[in-house]
C-alpha cells in the first residue's frame, strides 16, 4: 500500500488495511475506488493524494467493490466492458467493435475510459505487435462483468464473437469460433 499510494495520510492507510484484511487485490481495488471518486490520482505507476476522503465507505467483499466500481460506470462504458467479458481475459479491439455492433473508432474513446478505471489494460504500449489487444485488469473483474449479462445476451454476443473469428477466414482461430459456438449452445 505504502508503494502504491505513498503520500496517503498513515490513519487512511490503517482505514484500507483494515478494510482489505490482508487481501491485496482488495486494497488495490479501493485505491482505484478512490480514484473514480477523485480522491486519489494515477501518476506514474501510484496514485497520489488529490483531496482526502472523510471516510473510506466499501462494500463489505471484494465482489461487491468490483460489481459497485461496474456500476458506477456510464452506460456505454458498462455495456462496453460486458460485451468485452464475452471475448475472454485478453482480447483485440477490433473483435470487441464486432461484438459491440460498432467500428473501432466508435468505441475508442470508451476503451481509453475503461483504461482510465483501470479496468481494462492495453497490452504492448510500447508499439508492439500486440498494441490492439486488451486484457481485463484482474480475471474477478471480467466474470462480475460477464456476471451482470442477461442469458440472453451471453448468447447473442458469443455468436457475434463465434461470426467476427469465423469472418477472418483464419483456419488457426476455429477453436475460437468452436469455444463461442458451444458457449452461446451452453447458454441458450
Do not use: K, N, W
Not at 2 to 30: F, H, M, N, S, T
Not at 131 to 159: M, N, Q
Request: net charge negative; aromatic share 4%.
Amino acid at each position: 500500500l505504502q508503494g502504491l499510494a505513498p503520500d496517503l495520510p498513515d490513519d487512511l492507510a490503517e482505514r484500507i488495511l483494515d478494510r482489505a484484511e490482508g487481501v491485496p487485490l482488495y486494497a488495490v481495488e479501493i485505491l482505484r475506488m478512490l480514484v473514480d471518486r477523485g480522491d486519489l490520482e494515477p501518476a506514474g505507476g501510484s496514485y497520489h493524494v488529490r483531496r482526502l476522503p472523510e471516510r473510506v465507505s466499501v462494500p463489505a467483499s471484494l465482489h461487491a467493490l468490483v460489481a459497485a466500481r461496474l456500476d458506477a460506470l456510464d452506460r456505454d462504458e458498462r455495456a462496453l466492458i460486458r460485451d468485452a467479458a464475452v471475448l475472454g481475459d485478453v482480447f483485440r479491439a477490433a473483435a470487441l467493435a464486432a461484438v459491440a455492433g460498432q467500428t473501432a473508432a466508435e468505441i475508442a474513446p470508451c476503451l481509453g475510459r475503461l483504461v482510465h478505471h483501470e479496468l481494462l489494460v492495453r497490452e504492448g504500449d510500447d508499439g508492439a505487435s500486440m498494441a490492439d489487444h486488451l486484457r481485463f485488469s484482474h480475471a474477478l473483474v471480467r466474470e462480475i462483468a460477464y456476471g451482470t449479462l442477461a442469458r440472453r445476451d451471453r448468447r447473442t454476443l458469443h455468436l457475434a464473437a463465434a461470426d467476427h473469428y469465423a469472418g477472418l477466414g483464419d483456419p488457426e482461430l476455429s477453436g475460437e469460433v468452436a469455444s463461442h459456438v458451444l458457449a452461446a449452445y451452453r447458454v441458450g
